[in-house]
Nanobody, 127 residues
């Protein structure tokens, strides 16, 4: 599966962005695609990812109520709508087929050699 993110950029605190993840490939399953982010000096974390044990979509408390994942099967695209953005949301955002598992107050990916990742798109929240 090939994944290409877009939609990142610079936004003021309180603003919104919608990230897109265009997917292609012969074994495409949009339901398996989630979103992760990595800020400088921090571990990568899941912000809207599929639980490894139950397949449900999980959001950490830090983004719950502000971020929403959606899928357009006609366009083979997964979106991440991000509202009420905060400076601490600044990171490179990735879409991936990797499932996740809970880790303290966030989620970590359980990526393997069989998972696919996009190249990432930068989101900067700053005034």
């Amino acid at each position: 599966v090939q994944l290409v993110e877009s939609g990142g950029g610079l936004v003021q605190p309180g603003g919104s962005l919608r990230l897109s993840c265009a997917a292609s490939g012969s074994t495409l399953d949009l339901e398996a695609i989630g979103w992760y982010r990595q800020a400088p000096g921090k571990e990568r974390e899941g912000v809207s990812c599929r639980g490894d044990s139950d397949g449900r979509t999980y959001y950490p408390d830090s983004v719950k109520g502000r971020f929403t994942i959606s899928r357009d099967h006609g366009k083979n695209t997964v979106y991440l709508q991000m509202n009420s953005l905060k400076p601490e949301d600044t990171a490179v955002y990735y879409c991936a087929t990797s499932p996740c598992t809970s880790y303290h107050d966030t989620y970590r990916d359980l990526t393997s050699e069989f998972d696919d990742w996009g190249q990432g798109t930068q989101v900067t929240v700053s005034s």
